[in-house]
């Protein structure tokens, strides 16, 4: 079983279809820059042009750097903030004509790192941080997620902690590995204040580079890098439309997936002269 999945970031937005089985790529991983005006007519071409780039008939799964309620978008700390109170999934379904689910980035990476990543068999209190252009966070009680916590903005030194301890900062005020991660640990400090996790799973970009900074970090917890790298984002919003995946399949076979009824009615009403 397969599906595409996207992740959208505050510097790029990029792409590739998921075996979900393995939680592994199945096509070339695809990327384009986020436009310096990121807000949403400006972000969903790119993302109909990488379903179009795979070729892509299907289920989208689809990933957001803020806090996504029932499709809606809540924030937009890292992107244009024209994105609040956007029905995210009727936008991106507009633009490519796919079934469309759509949710937080930090918690599409946990949900691959927790299954097929680091996080794999942890019991307990796991919490997933994503360093980049902020802080990405997802929480997980054996397993189960608990959505859209977004701990990047909790408040370290009357500042949001990822405006002093995202990878982006660390490149803006040209930070030793070392003064980096003395931030992190201030807000990894507070992490553990609040929730005595067991593991802490570092990912995002700096991820792949964590021999640079990984003993500099200081927590009761264990602490562990990510395995799926960049991959995780897309990997997990593809897990996120597994459901809609198995629909598919059985609608291909029988005829009777909602979404194959759906556009059978779209094509329809085309057909009729209504279609907006």
Known sequence: MQALGIDIGGSGVKGAIVDLERGTLLSERIRYDTPAESYPDAVAPLVAQ??????????????????VYHGVVQTAANVDKRWTNVDAVKLFERATGCPV????????????????????NQ???????????????????????LPNTEFGHLP?????????????????????????????????AAM????????????????????K??????????????????EA???GAAMYVADLSTAQSQGAAHGDADWVAAE????????????E
């Open 264 to 275: 059978a009615a779209d094509d329809a009403e085309a057909a009729d002269g209504d279609d």
């Open 50 to 67: 990488i379903v179009a780039d795979c070729a892509w008939r299907g289920p989208v799964g689809i990933t957001f750097p803020g806090i």
């Open 233 to 235: 984002g897309i990997i």
């Open 123 to 145: 019991t307990g209190v796991t919490i997933m941080l994503t360093f980049g252009t902020g802080i990405g966070s997802a929480v997980f009680l054996d397993g189960k997620l």
């Open 213 to 230: 900074f990984m003993h500099f970090l200081k927590t009761r917890a264990r602490i562990v890098p990510a395995q799926l790298l960049n």
């Open 192 to 211: 553990e204040f609040f929730f005595s996790p067991d593991v802490f799973i570092v990912g995002g970009g700096v991820s792949k580079k964590y021999d």
């Open 156 to 188: 370290i030194r009357g500042k949001d902690a990822e405006h002093r301890a995202a990878a982006r900062i660390r490149k803006e005020e040209n930070l030793s590995w070392e003064q980096w991660a003395e931030r992190v640990n201030e807000f990894l």
């Open 101 to 120: 689910r759509v949710l937080n980035d930090a918690d599409a990476a946990g949900v691959a790192e927790m299954t097929f990543g680091a996080g794999r």
